[in-house]
């Protein structure tokens, strides 16, 4: 549980954030579908997200209680395009395309102190 409530920031150079929440009400609601079939469909996203092990680390947060939306979801990598070509790939599969709604996405690049002193002064 430890690593859940105090993770690690990776050392990635960017850094990519969205908020994100599954879908209540309309014609589709996530929490009536059965315990089962959501995990099934949770299995099948988490097997495209294992394609990029070792290339993307992510840190879900929860902000039930604290924000409008259910999770955050903050990813760590190297190169930013693995962020497209993992999202992207991602909103085909059923939990994504049916059941998640997105919020704004931001990516940023990771500076050390004197990097972003550097920034300001430019």
């Known amino acids: 549980m430890q690593p859940r409530l105090f993770p690690e920031m990776p050392p990635a150079k960017y850094l990519c954030f969205y908020p994100m929440d599954r879908r209540r009400g309309e014609d589709k609601n996530w929490y009536l579908l059965p315990m089962a079939e959501r995990q099934r469909q949770m299995a099948e996203h988490g097997m495209v997200g294992r394609r990029y092990a070792g290339m993307v680390k992510q840190v879900i947060t929860g902000s039930i209680g604290f924000d409008d939306w259910e999770w955050g ?12 070509r993992l999202i992207y790939e991602m909103r085909f599969d059923q939990v994504s395309a049916v059941y998640a709604l997105f919020g704004s996405f931001y990516v940023g690049r990771r500076l050390d102190a004197a990097g972003f002193r550097k920034l300001l002064t430019i």
Do not use: G, I, T
Request: charged content about 35%.
């Open 73 to 84: 979801v903050d990813l760590f990598a190297d190169d930013p395009l693995v962020f497209k």
